[in-house]
């Protein structure tokens, strides 16, 4: 059965919010001096979950390299369009982010893969939505302060793009 281009657009500005808060996970603020940099980005998706979940778009669209691109053609305009839209969309939102590894580069760059799960709740047909995606995510510091440079990610199970 064909879904309708209404259920398409849905889906499709859903997965792009899902990518939007992600990315935004893994761009919030670093951690304080002293700290390592494996600590730094832990503590910098602990942050961008919290931003998140509170609907911080301009504070999530700033931990994003103004140089962001992927392979999808995105760029950092378009990631904050996304956000504009999932914001919208859902009315709460919450995250649960996991962490799978770490890869720190000569401490000012980073490679960070994670399973994010997310619930929201909307004014849809059931009145939320929940998916779980996974994504790798390539990083860059400059002073204290990381920021997300590309992204891949693809829905739980699926390749990543």
Do not use: H
């Not at 657009?9 to 494996?38: D, K, M, N």
């Not at 590894?101 to 909307?122: K, P, Q, S, Y």
């Amino acid at each position: 059965m064909m879904k309708s281009a209404t259920q398409r657009l849905a889906r499709s500005l859903q997965r792009f919010g899902i990518v939007a808060v992600s990315f935004c996970l893994l761009v919030a603020c670093s951690g304080s001096s002293g700290t390592g940099p494996e600590e730094q980005l832990r503590a910098w998706v602990a942050a961008g979950v919290a931003a998140a979940e509170a609907k911080q778009r301009r504070e999530l669209l700033d931990m994003v390299s103004p140089a962001y691109t992927d392979a999808r053609g995105n760029d950092r305009d378009e990631i904050g369009n996304m956000l504009r839209i999932y914001f919208l969309r859902q009315n709460n939102i919450k995250l649960l982010a996991s962490i799978e590894e770490i890869r720190v580069i000569a401490d000012t760059a980073a490679e960070l893969t994670m399973t994010l799960g997310m619930a929201g709740t909307n004014d849809g047909t059931f009145g939320f939505s929940a998916d779980a995606y996974r994504f790798a995510f390539e990083l860059e510091r400059g002073g204290d302060e990381w920021q997300l440079i590309s992204a891949r990610w693809g829905e739980l199970g699926e390749e990543l793009r």
